[in-house]
C-alpha cells in the first residue's frame, strides 16, 4: 500500500448508542483504528468495552450511530459476515473454540475456504506456522483435541487462529483480556508478535487490566466510561497514573463518609482465607464490598463462603447465610410461579406444619415484606415474571431478606436495575445493617461498591487490597484492579 | 503425544467389551463360531446399527431423538407396501420423510425447541401413520432389498460387511470430511460456530436430514431381514439407538460422538441378546439382565472419564 495518500480507517465506529433495556451501554461513542496502528481500549466494569467490540465485530447492531469499514458506510449490512468478509477477527475474552474438535478441526471452522480433499492437511499447516510463528516453542499439537489442553494452551490456539489467513488477509484482530491465562513470557511473545503484526500493516484493538501492558504495546489509548470515550491519546502521554485517573469518575462523594468501624475483640460471623496475603473476613452489622474487574474470583468466594457454611444434602432450618443470585432470570426467579411463592420460597420451612406449607402464613409473610420494600403489585399471586425486572430483584431480596440468616451474600443483584429501585434498595441495606446483618455485597458498579464499609479489591482470583472508610474511593478500587506489571 | 489418544482410550471399552461378550457367546456355543453362526448372530444388527447411527447425527447437535423406532417402523411399513406395488412412489415418500427430518431440524433451532420434546409428539405421528398404512402386520419386502439382505459374499458373513461399511461409511463424513467438522462444531461450541459465519440453521438441518437417511436405510433393511412390516416392528429401537450410542462412546451434549464406536456399540447390545439367550436365561429376566451389561459397561465408561478429567486439570 502506498504511504502517501491518506489512508482511511480500517474501521470506524461513529456516534454509536446502543441500550439494553433501562441500561445505556453506549452514549454515542466515536472510535476509529488506522491501518498499521494498535490501540489500546480501557475502561472499568460496564464502561462499554464490551458492548463496543460486540458492534465492531458485528455481534450487536448499534441502536443509532454509523460503522465505517474503510470509509465506506456499511452500517446496513453490518454483521459478522460483513466483519469477517473484511478480515476482521477477534479473541474473546471467554473461550470460543468448540472443546470437542482438535486444534486442526477448529482452524477449519475459522476458515471456510479450507474444504474438499486434503482439507485437514492444509488447515493442519496453516495453524501450525501460526503456532509457531505466534508462540515459538509452544508444544501443542495440533491434531490434540481442545478439552485436553490447559486453559493457556487453548488461548494459544485461539490467538494463533485469529491471526491465521486463508482466502483473506487479516487486517485487524480485536484481542479481549488476550493475556488472562499466559504466563509472562508467553504474554511477551504475544505482544511482541502484535507489534510485528502492526509493523506489517495490520491493526490491532488490545483491552486488557494489565496496564502496564496496554502502555508498552499500544500506540493510542482509548479510555471508555459509562458508555462514552473520556480520553483518545497517544500512549506515549499517558502514565499508569494517568490512565487510572481518566478511568475514574466524580462519583458523587458520599454524604457522609463512613468512619472506619474498629472491629477488634468482635467475633467475626464469617472467615475465609484466600490466596493471597490478604484474608477474608466479615463482621456483624457490617456491609463487605468485593470489587475488581468482573470475573476475577469475586462470584467464586460467594459461593464458596455459601457452601461451606450450607451442606449439599440437608438443608438447615436455621441457615447462616443467604445468598441473592445476580442473574435473576438464569439463578433467581422461578418464572412459572407466583409473586408470592417466589418470594417465600427461602423460609418455607418456617411456614411448614406436619410437611403441609401453612398457606395463611405464607401470604402474611409475603403481605409484610411486600409493604416493607414496596413491591409494586396489587396481587402477590400475579406471575413473577409480570414485574419489571426492578421489583423481581426486590422480590428476590425479599426472599433472602426474609429468612433469619444473619448474613446475605449478594452476586452483583442490582445488573440492569433503575436508579430508583437502586436507592430504595440501597437503604433497606443500610437499615437492615443497622440490625445487626452482615452483607457480602459483590456489585460491578462502583457507586455500590461506594456504599460499602469495608471493600475487598479482588484481581485474578485473590484478594489484593482491603480498603476502609474513607479509603474506599474509586481511586484506590480502579488503582488496586488494574495491574501495573509492565509486560 | 502417545498412540493412546483419549479418543482412542474412549473407544477401547466398547470394543473390549464386544469382544468379551463373542468370547463368551464362542465358548457356550462353539458352534457360531462359523459363516453362518456369525451371520445369524448378527443379522438383526444391521438396522439396529443404521438405527444408532441415525441418533447419533441427532446427538451430535444436541439433540436426541425419541421418535427413532416408530420412524423406523413407519418406513418399514412404507417399504413392505408402497415401495413394492408402486417404487417410485414409495421412494417419494421416504425422500419427503427425509426432507420432513431436515424441516424438523429447523424448527427446533428456529423456535429453540427442546428436541425430545418435539420428536416425542413426532413420535406419535410416525406411529399413527404407521398403523393406518398397516393396521395389521403384512406386506412384502421388495424383492431386491430381500436379495441384499440375505447375500452371501465370500469368506465374511453379510452381517459383518454390512456393519463394517456403516462404520467407514459414517467415520469418513461425520470425523473425516470438512462439513462433519462443523456439524459436530455445532454440538461443541455453537456459538464459536456462529462467529466463524456459518449458519448453524442449515447445520442442524443437514445433520437432520442425514439422520433421516439412515433411519430410512435401517426400516428398509429391516424389512429385508423380516420380510414383511409391523406397525410397532421396531418400537425399541429409540432406546436401543440411545443406548447403543453411549456405549460406544458418544456424550448425550458437547458434539462428542464416534461413529464406530457407535457401530461396535449397536453390535454389543444385539449380542448381549444372543448371549442371555445361550445361557438359558428365561426371557423374563433377558431385559434385565441386558440391562444389568449395560450398566456395567456404562461403569466402565465413567471411570474412565474421570481419570480423563483428571489428566487435563495440570
Known sequence: ?487 | MSFLTAERLRLLVPVLSLALLLGAVFYLQPRTMSYTGLNLLFNLAVPITLATIAQMLIMMVNDLDLSMGTFVSFVACVTATFLQSDPIIGFLILAGCIAAYAALGVIIHLRNLPSIVVTLGMSFVWGGLAVLLLPTPGGTAPDWIRWLMTSKPPLVPMAIVASVLIAVVAHFVVMRSAIGVVLRGVGGNERSVQRAGWSVVRARALAYALAGLFAVLAGMTLVGLTTSADANIALRYTLLSIAGVILGGGEFVGGRVSPIGAVVGALTLTLAAAFLSFLRISPDWQIGAQGAILIVVLALRLALNRREARGTRK
Not at chain 1, 483504528?33 to 447492531?61: Q, Y
Not at chain 1, 487453548?154 to 499466559?182: C, G, N, W
Not at chain 1, 509472562?184 to 510485528?196: D, F, H, M, T
Request: aromatic residues 6%.
Open chain 1, 1 to 487: 500500500m502506498e504511504a502517501t495518500a491518506p489512508l482511511a480507517d480500517v474501521l470506524a465506529v461513529n456516534g454509536a448508542e446502543k441500550s439494553f433495556g433501562a441500561v445505556r451501554a453506549l452514549a454515542g461513542v466515536d472510535f476509529f483504528v488506522r491501518p498499521g496502528e494498535c490501540v489500546g481500549l480501557v475502561g472499568h466494569n460496564g464502561a462499554g468495552k464490551s458492548t463496543l467490540v460486540n458492534i465492531i465485530t458485528g455481534g450487536a447492531r448499534p441502536d443509532a450511530g454509523k460503522v465505517l469499514v474503510d470509509g465506506r458506510d456499511e452500517t446496513a449490512s453490518y454483521g459478522i459476515a460483513t466483519a469477517r468478509a473484511n478480515g476482521l477477527r477477534c479473541v474473546f475474552q471467554e473461550l470460543s473454540l468448540c472443546p470437542n474438535l482438535t486444534v486442526t478441526e477448529n482452524a477449519r471452522i475459522t476458515h471456510r475456504s479450507i474444504s474438499g480433499f486434503g482439507w485437514r492437511v492444509r488447515a493442519e499447516a496453516l495453524i501450525r506456522q501460526k503456532l509457531d510463528e505466534v508462540f515459538p516453542g509452544h508444544g501443542i499439537d495440533s491434531r490434540a483435541m481442545i478439552a485436553t489442553l490447559s486453559i493457556a494452551e487453548r488461548q494459544m490456539v485461539e490467538i494463533a487462529t485469529a491471526f491465521s489467513e486463508s482466502d483473506r488477509k487479516v487486517r485487524l484482530v480485536v484481542l479481549d483480556e488476550p493475556t488472562s491465562s499466559l504466563d509472562a513470557s508467553l504474554a511477551r511473545q504475544l505482544l511482541a508478535y502484535v507489534r510485528k503484526f502492526v509493523a506489517s500493516g495490520g491493526s490491532v484493538v488490545i483491552i486488557s487490566h494489565i496496564l502496564g501492558e496496554i502502555l508498552s504495546t499500544a500506540d493510542r489509548v482509548v479510555v471508555m466510561k459509562d458508555g462514552r470515550v473520556v480520553a483518545d491519546r497517544s500512549a506515549a502521554d499517558f502514565t499508569v497514573d494517568s490512565l487510572v485517573a481518566a478511568m475514574g469518575s466524580v462519583v458523587r462523594a458520599r454524604d457522609a463518609a463512613l468512619a472506619a468501624h474498629d472491629y477488634t475483640g468482635v467475633r467475626p460471623v464469617l472467615k475465609r482465607s484466600s490466596q493471597g496475603a490478604i484474608d477474608f473476613v466479615a463482621y456483624p452489622g457490617e456491609i463487605v464490598g468485593l470489587a475488581g474487574l468482573g470475573g476475577h474470583g469475586q462470584t467464586d468466594m460467594l459461593v464458596s463462603l455459601y457452601l461451606a457454611e450450607g451442606g449439599d444434602w440437608i438443608s438447615r432450618k436455621d441457615g447462616k447465610v443467604a445468598f441473592v443470585a445476580g442473574d435473576r432470570h438464569v439463578d433467581g426467579n422461578l418464572p412459572l410461579w407466583s409473586i408470592l411463592k417466589n418470594l417465600t420460597l427461602t423460609v418455607l420451612p418456617d411456614l411448614t406444619r406436619m410437611g403441609l406449607v401453612h398457606t395463611g402464613e405464607e401470604a402474611n409473610v409475603a403481605k409484610k415484606w411486600r409493604d416493607r420494600i414496596e413491591v409494586r403489585t396489587q396481587n402477590l399471586d400475579n406471575p413473577i415474571l409480570s414485574l419489571s425486572g426492578g421489583n423481581q430483584q426486590k422480590v428476590l431480596f425479599a426472599r433472602a431478606l426474609a429468612t433469619r440468616a444473619p448474613v446475605v451474600l449478594m452476586d452483583d443483584p442490582m445488573r440492569g436495575v433503575d436508579i430508583g429501585t437502586k436507592q430504595e434498595v440501597y437503604a433497606i441495606l443500610r437499615s437492615e445493617a443497622a440490625k445487626g446483618r452482615t452483607f457480602v455485597w459483590y456489585s460491578t458498579e462502583m457507586e455500590e461498591v461506594c456504599q460499602c464499609d469495608r471493600v475487598y479489591v479482588f484481581r485474578e482470583g485473590t484478594i489484593v487490597a482491603e480498603l476502609r472508610g474513607a479509603d474506599t474511593t474509586e481511586e484506590n478500587i480502579l488503582s488496586a484492579s488494574f495491574s501495573e506489571r509492565a509486560a
